[in-house]
């Protein structure tokens, strides 16, 4: 028989075990109730930022449509170049690339450029590339290729407040630009950093720009050149910016590279112009097949027919 001391520390160590068992209990209780609060302020934040996520993506959609309607509708580009294909691939929802032309008198005018970065603030640039322009040419009596490009130069530096310090952005953009007189049959071209390639009798040749952007840089007054060249009918142009030639895939997970994009250009030249487009829509997706799109893509082939308008 136990005696009264032990009695009682045996009363007290069940009290004890019954009040850390209650206190467990209710701390259990606690955690849980915790525990859902937590996880209701996750998924409340979670839909908050959902819904974030939609906002955001829902304007660049927006803006997506608006820079869509600043560039050259089809009607516009049918009626200048009835014989015409544009491959334009944006990285992202909206693109630094886009493509421009326009018409004064006999001369047709277009211009494929490539903005820095890509997606908004490729956008953005993209937006000024073409309002500068529009007002270019308009004030233009004569435009030639290569003064259309240093007015750009001039209009974004300013516009940019661009003044050539070491720690400053410098934003800019490559261009190619064509003046196509259809009296003459004569092409000026003109670039910054981009080339054109023009078909003639199945033999491609390259006219290269000069190797300066249109943006602040070190020779800025330094004029672009022009280069002025007859072309026949059926001759094919093509302009194009560097993301198609960039894009990593293949076998051994290289960039297309350019010689490439020349071999594929001559085997497909003779095809209509939206075969063209579908050939190098698949030759692009096939490449970068399980890779990430390394940038925008613009590639713009415009055959020079007999009845190209002017």
Not at 181 to 186: C, F
Request: one cysteine or more; hydrophobic letters at 35%.
């Amino acid at each position: 028989p136990w005696n009264r001391e032990e009695l009682q520390i045996t009363i007290d160590s069940a009290l004890e075990v019954y009040n850390l068992k209650s206190q467990n209990k209710h701390l259990i209780e606690d955690l849980k109730e915790a525990n859902q609060n937590l996880e209701r302020k996750v998924m409340e934040r979670t839909r908050q930022i959902e819904q974030q996520r939609l906002n955001i993506t829902d304007s660049i959609h927006y803006a997506s449509r608006i820079q869509k309607a600043l560039m050259p509708s089809d009607k516009k580009m049918k009626k200048l170049f009835p014989s015409h294909f544009i491959l334009n691939k944006p990285k992202d929802i909206v693109s630094g690339d886009y493509y421009w032309v326009s018409e004064k008198g006999n001369k047709l005018i277009i211009a494929v450029a490539d903005c820095t970065g890509h997606g908004v603030p490729g956008a953005f640039m993209s937006i000024m590339g073409i309002n500068f322009l529009n007002e270019i040419v308009n004030n233009s009596e004569h435009p030639k290729a290569n003064e259309i490009l240093n007015e750009l130069r001039k209009h974004l530096i300013q516009s940019l407040g661009q003044t050539g310090r070491r720690d400053e952005a410098r934003d800019g953009m490559e261009m190619a630009l064509c003046v196509v007189d259809t009296d003459k049959k004569i092409i000026q071209f003109s670039g910054a950093f981009r080339p054109m390639y023009l078909i003639c009798g199945g033999v491609l040749k390259v006219f290269r720009g000069n190797r300066m952007p249109i943006g602040i840089y070190n020779e800025e007054d330094v004029s672009f050149t022009n280069k002025e060249l007859p072309y026949k009918d059926n001759d094919t142009i093509y302009l194009f910016t560097d993301g198609y030639v960039d894009q990593i895939g293949g076998p051994h997970r290289k960039t297309f590279k350019s010689k490439q994009f020349k071999e594929l250009l001559k085997e497909i030249h003779q095809k209509s112009m939206q075969e063209q487009r579908e050939i190098l829509r698949e030759e692009h997706a096939i490449w970068g097949s399980g890779q990430e799109q390394t940038d925008d893509v613009m590639v713009l082939g415009i055959k020079l027919s007999p009845n190209q308008s002017g």
